[in-house]
């Protein structure tokens, strides 16, 4: 960061292309991940998704303690893989909503255009229930849910209030956070 960085303007949602990148499909069980016609179980090797999604942009970063070090990028296609040893990827988040802090090391330059289902459903479904018809009524700035070999994490920004950020699909995990 050079001197005259400090009186960039804050990114905001303008700043990205928010052109939906190219359709790809990622469809969940209760066993497998789905992308588009390649099934995966979590975590994956970094190979397998360069082999689906093509050349990364890698980034390292330890983010917030949790042991993830390397952070793998497309960003045409708003999607970003970590990892915590550069061969096992741990999660796969789609960036479905301009993250606000652009230059973020984890954050691509596009929003994921394609397709998410759960069991042949829209993945939105799992996290709308009778008590909470929306989002936007969480504590926390995200909510998990354990579906099969899988945890679904929803990232919900501040600003818009409910706007889903993110979705993160990881390996099932016991964490009982917001939800």
Same mark, same amino acid.
């Given at each position: 960061?050079?001197? #005259?960085?400090? #009186? *960039? ?18 469809? /969940? ?7 588009? +016609?390649? &099934? ?5 090797? &970094? ?20 042991? %993830? ?10 999607? %970003?893989?970590?990892? *915590? ?26 929003? #994921?255009?394609?397709?998410?289902? =759960? ?17 936007? +009524?969480?504590? /926390?700035?995200?909510? /998990? ?10 990232? =919900?920004? &501040? ?5 889903? *950020?993110?979705? +993160?699909?990881? &390996?099932?995990?016991? /964490?009982?956070?917001?939800?």
């Amino acid at each position: 960061m050079g001197f #005259f960085d400090i #009186f *960039r303007k804050a990114p905001s949602v303008e700043d990205f292309d928010t052109t939906p990148s190219q359709h790809i499909t990622f469809a /969940l069980t209760a066993e497998e991940l789905d992308i588009n +016609g390649t &099934k995966l179980t979590m975590p994956c090797h &970094k190979d397998e998704l360069t082999g689906i999604f093509g050349d990364y942009t890698l980034s390292m970063d330890n983010i917030g303690g949790t042991g %993830v070090r390397y952070i793998y990028l497309w960003h045409k296609l708003g999607i %970003v893989a970590y990892s *915590r040893d550069d061969e096992s990827v741990n999660c796969i988040s789609l960036q479905l909503f301009p993250n606000e802090k652009k230059y973020a090391l984890n954050s691509t330059k596009n929003i #994921f255009g394609g397709t998410v289902t =759960v069991d042949g459903a829209d993945w939105m479904t799992l996290f709308v229930d009778e008590k909470q018809p929306k989002l936007d +009524g969480m504590k /926390l700035p995200f909510k /998990l849910v354990h579906h099969g070999n899988f945890t679904l994490c929803a990232s =919900v920004a &501040k600003k818009p209030k409910g706007q889903v *950020r993110s979705l +993160g699909i990881n &390996k099932k995990t016991e /964490l009982k956070l917001g939800g």
